[in-house]
């Protein structure tokens, strides 16, 4: 269909001097203009601006282009705005090419005009070529469950389960850990600044609010086992660990086991059984369970309480849904053997000491309570050169801001305390520099170490000494000696954000987090279409923060589910069937078993389900017939491409 | 202006909407697609004869340095034509009464731009015909424009508006219109609008860097904000190139000063406004692009780089040569020839010291813009000393006020991504607000 | 355009409803501001000037020169030429216009 019925447009976009002040614009315009099929070319200050789309649709409504290349910005950011702009205008938005001139072209060879231009031009005469082939296509319509997945039950997948059922969405809540809470509910009495409420509060509210609610089905002890499927219809099997309880129990059973370990709801400061009972008030579920990696089925709780049942078994889950979020969470930074002084008595990380003010009220070394207190900042976090392999670059944002609060309690606690913090930067951001101000007007003293000079911790005696050089004072060695030292530990990637990103193939940044799409168009939405993250599993963040990234995602989640249907793109494989000879070499090749053998009349041959197809094109070359092509790109449009970018394009 | 709102109507329509987002910043756009998304009606009001806020004035964003345009004006556009939202621009919500649970009451005033929005095509004209230059507030007064003028390329709506303040009605730009859009009959008309939920996403204003006064800005020109260096930096820019406003010549040595009316009570903000570490640091590595050869020193306390990729987005800035002075500015004053001197303690040699550069930028902080909150009647939406929005704990959002929600920087300064998570947030909030209200009344 | 002289223009139209004198203070500053462009507009008659050039020749201060010139250069009246060593751009008048 060369010629003839093709009109093609070509607007080229200076993205206010990104793409002009490297490349030619309107030199592309005139080459690209004498291209077959061009009918009109242009360039624009924004082409994505309210003006720039305009041109597009005008030309579009009015007959005189009927397929549109815009060379701007990767596709990434506005291929969907135009091929709505097209849409809008009448048009078949998948007669469209966007054309990369800015990321591939004028950022890539700064500083070479020529070159670059050359670069654009060939970039858009391939696009051309690709038009002259294209076929108006539409977008696939599937039905959508109504329903979300929340993965993870702390903080932010709590606020987003509320939030989604309170908007009338079904949501199903998997918590690997037996009870709702996750790390805020650790956080216990310290309270949430500015406003002076305490994190389980905050917890035990949203906990109530949601357990109860017809909409909302909560699976604790469990985990995300597997999960297929696409946007709109994942199907999702979950895998719930028994509790080897039936019901409550009365009395004080813990105290029956015999077994020991750290117990981690105070951060391992504490100790437990192997019977975990609700950690706090308002816990959900308020039945205890069994930490069976450490029981030995001695079988005395069982004695002593009639709902123990040790012969449960585990149970298999299968449930539809139309959307992910992921809200995993963190991991507290575990400081290794000797970093900073840890092993040595009395050096203990920021989350033991609020462990330790959470369950026993206080902090005591060798049973006194301690007259000086140093807290060490960025311990896991801005290691650039320090840490070598494995080190976390980034900050953890939260941590200056729970040091100092921590520190306030503390002084609350102990009002004679010394309390020295040696810091690099106080990161005390916004409204929380108030906290750094008042434990400076308390009379904590402030020490700032550089990168390159990290605080020594030694044990001198029956006290530790913590050698740090102070830029604040011309870098003199100061010598602090305490009685505790407070490691500031930074947030990790929870196991539980590594398994899932594992499961669901989620990419993960450099620092290990989730990756969104990008942090101001697709903050809350990864690259898997109806997957979602929120809270610390995607960074570190503080509890407010946290709370608004978890009803962000679910307002993303809630709008693609309430809609009850998604549509997805048409680049999928489809089957010439006069051509196929049923040999099955693509099902083969095909990673998301998209492909069968159906019956067409009296032969058999390969049929693709569009929905699950990602149009990856890994069956096309499988095919010894070429019986199979990908929509929206076939092998001709391929061969044609390449063919004008290797400058043939013209006589194609 | 205010004998033209003596003249004043009041519009017969009863008109009524699921929400009204006051505020078409950033963050006001973004709850409202985000409401219009899951299907709710929304009205949205803008103050100011286009949307976008401060973002889309803006050059690069940090850390990863897109263009703000390219994030802002699609979502303009996008705001602009989504089939749940109106908007009103250059609109004034004058009074808000709460009448019950998820019924308000909100009066809004709609300016005449004098201009027929139909009618105008943005082509500039009217502004080359215009005899009257005053100082252009979206460029922070860096240059002029006129008294009929088209806000900016990126404005939606990308149509002219006659500031009538300054006007002389000498009737050049109606001769001159080739569409005729130019009309002096409109007249202001007052709204009555029924909302079941109102958001206030209108944002901040930047700390006025004159109360500042030992740091000189308003009387050495060369002491510029960075909103200033945004603009000078954007690429919609006043300028043919990044030049300084006393004689136009390309500065070679920049310095800036962090924290210029934030952690500091004698400027009456003791907070940090949570986003100038970053912006500073953002512009520096702009201005090393743009100016090669140019010196960018900062003076700071403490970097706040604390979001994600910040910390690395800071290093890159020491690794490109970005000179960090950890100390605090005492003084700054212009010399003779334009450029100027800045006395700071150094606190790593502990000392003062002096320093000039030819160009300085004032990292200003974030304050409330909150006018509108005198507008509600019969309730008080709660504020901190300094005037931000208090939200609840548990739901950030969420105001003392039933039905009312609050995202952005009026609940407290912060970038562009916390922004747009709470606005996404606020809009979550109300949908769960407006869904209980509808269950309520069925 | 033209066609129909006589009628009532809006702006006068408004001038006439709300008795309009134009302010002292803003007339004041429109005709300060028509002489400073002037006086700019004939210094770069025929020739590139720098800001410093133009101040010193017209006897304006040079912040307020390159006020105006840079809200000339946004109404497409004058444009940069090329820079100066001592980093300061010429300016000329635009080219067809």
């Known amino acids: 269909m060369t010629g003839g019925g093709v009109r093609i447009g070509v607007y080229v976009c200076h993205c206010g001097g990104n793409i002009s002040d490297t490349v030619d614009v309107k030199r592309v315009v005139e080459e690209v203009g004498k291209e077959p099929g061009v ?80 670069k654009a031009i060939r970039h858009v005469r391939m696009a051309v070529a690709y038009l002259r082939r294209a076929e108006p296509l539409s977008k696939i319509k599937a039905a959508s469950e109504r329903s979300v997945l929340v993965i993870g039950g702390g903080l932010a997948g709590l606020r987003a389960a509320l939030d989604l059922a309170e908007a009338g969405v079904r949501v199903y809540l998997v918590e690997r850990s037996p009870f709702l809470g996750g790390n805020a509910a650790r956080l216990g009495a310290l309270k949430v600044f500015p406003y002076g409420r305490p994190a389980i509060d905050i917890v035990r509210s949203l906990i109530g ?55 981690e709801f105070y951060f391992g400061v504490a100790e ?24 030995d089925r001695c079988g005395l709780c069982a004695k002593a309480c009639p709902s123990v049942d040790l012969s449960q078994e585990p149970q298999t889950v299968s449930v539809r849904v139309g959307a992910i979020i992921a809200a995993t969470g963190f991991r507290p930074y575990a400081p290794r053997n000797g970093e900073c002084g840890r092993g040595l008595p009395g050096v203990i990380t920021l989350h033991e000491l609020v462990g330790a003010l959470n369950k026993f009220g206080g902090i005591r070394v060798d049973g006194r309570a301690p007259e000086s207190a140093v807290f060490i900042y960025c311990v896991g976090s801005r290691q650039r050169r320090a840490g070598g392999e494995g080190a976390n670059e980034y900050c953890s944002r939260y941590c200056c801001i729970a040091a100092l609060d921590a520190a306030l ?89 590594a398994a899932i990103a594992e499961r669901l193939k989620l990419q993960r940044g450099p620092d290990g987090f989730l990756q969104e799409v990008h942090p101001k168009l697709k903050p809350v939405e990864t690259a898997l279409g109806g997957i979602f993250i929120a809270g610390t599993a995607q960074a570190p963040r503080g509890v407010a923060e946290t709370l608004a990234s978890a009803s962000a995602a679910a307002a993303r989640a809630a709008s693609l589910v309430l809609r009850g249907y998604v549509e997805l793109e048409p680049f999928v494989a489809y089957v010439d069937a006069s051509k196929c000879n049923a040999c099955e070499a693509c099902i083969s090749e095909c990673p998301y078993g998209a492909i069968e053998i159906v019956r067409a009349g009296s032969r058999e041959v390969a049929s693709v389900n569009e929905a699950l197809c990602k149009g990856c094109g890994a069956c096309i070359p499988a095919c010894p017939n070429s019986a199979i092509q990908l929509r929206g790109l076939t092998s001709a449009q391929i061969e044609d491409m390449i063919r004008s970018a290797l400058g043939h394009g013209r006589s194609a | 202006m205010q004998k033209i709102l003596e003249r004043a109507e009041a519009a017969g329509e009863q008109l009524s909407y699921d929400a009204v987002v006051i505020g078409g910043g950033i963050a006001g756009m973004e709850a409202s697609l985000s409401l219009a998304d899951m299907g709710y009606r929304v009205l949205l009001v803008e103050r100011e004869p286009t949307i976008g806020g401060k973002m889309f004035l803006l050059s690069k964003v940090f850390p990863t340095l897109d263009c703000a345009s390219c994030i ?56 080359d015909a215009c005899p009257v230059v005053v100082p ?101 820019r006043p300028y043919n190139a990044v030049l300084r406003p006393s004689d136009g010549r390309e500065p070679g040595n920049i310095g800036y000063v962090l924290c210029a009316g934030s952690r500091d009570v004698t400027a009456g903000n003791p907070r940090c406004s949570q986003v100038c570490c970053m912006y500073s640091i953002k512009q520096a590595q702009l201005l090393l692009g743009a100016l090669p050869l140019a010196d960018v020193t900062i003076y700071y306390m403490d970097v706040r780089a604390y979001g994600k990729g910040f910390e690395e987005f800071y290093q890159r800035a020491r690794s490109m040569g970005v000179k960090f002075v950890r100390g605090r500015v005492a ?50 939406i709660h ?45 979550m909030r109300c949908a769960a607000f407006l869904k209980e209200v509808e269950a309520r009344q069925t | 355009m033209g066609e129909a002289p006589r009628r009532e223009l809006t702006s006068e139209r408004l001038r006439r409803e709300l008795n309009f004198q134009v302010p002292e203070e803003l007339a004041r500053r429109v005709r300060e501001a028509a002489a400073i462009r002037a006086k700019i507009l004939k210094c770069l008659e025929g020739r590139e000037m720098t800001v410093r050039e133009i101040a010193r020749e017209a006897g304006i201060p040079e912040s307020v020169v390159f006020w105006h010139l840079m809200t000339m250069y946004k109404y497409n009246l004058v444009e940069p030429a090329e820079k100066t060593e001592d980093g300061l751009y010429k300016y000329r008048l635009k080219r067809g216009r």
Not at chain 1, 416 to 425: E, K, L, P, S, W
Not at chain 2, 76 to 103: C, K, Q
């Open chain 2, 383 to 427: 504020t901190d000393e300094l005037g931000f929005v208090k939200v609840d704990p548990e739901d950030p959002v969420r105001t003392n006020v039933e039905g009312v929600f609050a995202a952005g920087c009026i609940t407290g300064p912060k970038d562009i991504p916390d922004t747009i998570l709470e606005a996404a947030a606020a809009a």
């Open chain 1, 272 to 295: 437990r059984t192997a019977i975990l009972l609700p950690p706090f008030e308002g816990a959900y579920p308020d039945i205890p369970a069994i930490d069976i990696n450490l029981c």
């Open chain 1, 409 to 497: 309690h503390l002084r609350e606690l102990l009002p004679g305390v010394r309390i020295y913090h040696v810091a690099r930067d106080i990161r005390s951001y916004g409204v929380n520099e108030l906290l750094y101000e008042a434990a400076g007007r308390l009379g904590d003293v402030f020490v700032k170490y550089s990168e390159e000079a990290p605080p020594r911790v030694e044990r001198q005696g029956d006290k530790l000494v913590v050698r740090v050089r102070d830029v604040l004072t011309e870098s003199v060695e100061l010598e602090i000696p305490a009685d505790l030292v407070v490691l500031v530990t930074g947030m990790e990637p929870s196991d539980g954000t």
């Open chain 1, 209 to 263: 609010k949601l357990v109860g609610r017809r909409e909302v089905t909560i699976f604790t002890n469990a985990e995300v086992e597997a999960v297929s499927g696409y946007i709109g219809n994942f199907d999702v099997r979950i895998k719930v660990w028994p509790r080897y309880f039936k019901g409550k129990c009365a009395g004080d059973l813990a105290r029956v086991c015999p077994k020991r370990a750290r117990d």
């Open chain 2, 331 to 380: 003084r700054i004053e212009g010399l003779p020839n334009g450029d100027v001197r800045v006395m700071y303690e150094d606190v790593e040699e502990g000392r003062l010291k002096s320093a000039v550069h030819d160009l300085v930028v004032l990292a200003v902080g974030l304050l409330p813009d909150n006018e509108v909150l005198k507008a509600f009647e019969g309730v008080t």
């Open chain 2, 72 to 127: 802002a004006t699609p979502k303009m556009a996008a705001a602009a034509r989504h089939p749940n939202i109106t908007l009103w621009t250059y609109s004034e919500v004058r009074r808000v009464r709460a009448l019950d649970r998820g019924a308000f009451e909100v009066d809004i005033l709609r300016k005449p731009r004098f201009v027929n929005e139909s009618l105008c095509t943005g082509c500039g004209l009217c502004e």
């Open chain 2, 136 to 236: 252009k507030e979206l460029d922070f007064g860096l240059r002029g424009r006129k008294a009929v003028y088209i806000p900016l390329d990126t404005a939606v709506p990308r149509k002219a508006v006659v500031d009538i303040d300054n006007c002389i009605l000498c009737g050049q730009c109606e001769r001159r219109c080739p569409a005729g859009a130019i009309d002096f009959t409109q007249k202001p008309r007052v709204y009555r609008v029924r909302a079941r939920a109102v958001v206030i996403a209108t944002g901040c204003r930047p700390f006025p860097a004159e109360l500042k006064e030992a740091y000189g800005y308003g009387r050495t020109p060369n002491v510029i904000t960075a909103l200033q260096m945004e603009r000078l930096l954007a690429p919609t």
């Open chain 1, 39 to 118: 009918v009109t070319a242009v360039d624009f200050p924004f082409m994505c601006s309210e003006a720039g789309q305009k041109l597009v649709e005008d030309d579009v409504r009015s007959g005189r282009v009927n397929a549109v290349v815009v060379a701007a910005c990767s596709p990434r950011l506005h291929e969907a705005t135009f091929r709505a702009a097209i849409s809008r205008a009448g048009g078949n938005p998948y007669m469209y090419y966007h054309v990369d001139i800015r990321e591939e072209c004028s950022w890539a060879h700064e500083g070479d005009r020529e070159g670059a231009t050359e």
